[in-house]
């Protein structure tokens, strides 16, 4: 079975950093492309970044560049998300998930979220 498990969430003064992982199993990881999502209370799903091997490095959200960095270790079926100069409204559960191919590049499986919380 495709699983999907985000961790490493949790509360951090703004200004400060979290790395969040997402072990990945039932599927060969580098086969697919594995997007970092996120909900903020009251707004709608968001898409934050997105990596695969063959198109490399994609930004969904400008709000976090310069500040957010993904990358995969293939060796683990791990993702990570490196967060930098967090702000308060980065506050939001935060989902990976797996990149179907379509043409729409619509996701097919989802993880859990784990929550982040930015204090001002």
């Known amino acids: 079975d495709v699983q999907l498990q985000a961790s490493g969430g949790g509360l951090v003064q703004a200004g400060g950093s979290l790395r969040l992982s997402c072990a990945a199993s039932g599927f060969i990881f580098d086969d697919y492309s594995i997007a970092w999502y996120r909900q903020a209370p009251g707004k709608e799903r968001e898409g934050i970044l997105c990596i695969s091997s063959r198109e490399g490095i994609t930004y969904y959200s400008d709000s976090v560049k310069g500040r957010f960095a993904i990358s995969r270790d293939l060796a683990k079926n791990t993702l990570y998300l490196q967060m930098n100069s967090l702000k308060s409204e980065d506050t939001a559960v935060y989902y990976c998930?797996?990149?179907?191919?379509?043409?729409?590049?619509?996701?097919?499986?989802w993880g859990k979220g784990t929550q982040v919380t930015v204090s001002s």
């Open positions: 998930a797996r990149d179907s191919g379509s043409e729409y590049h619509e996701m097919d499986y």
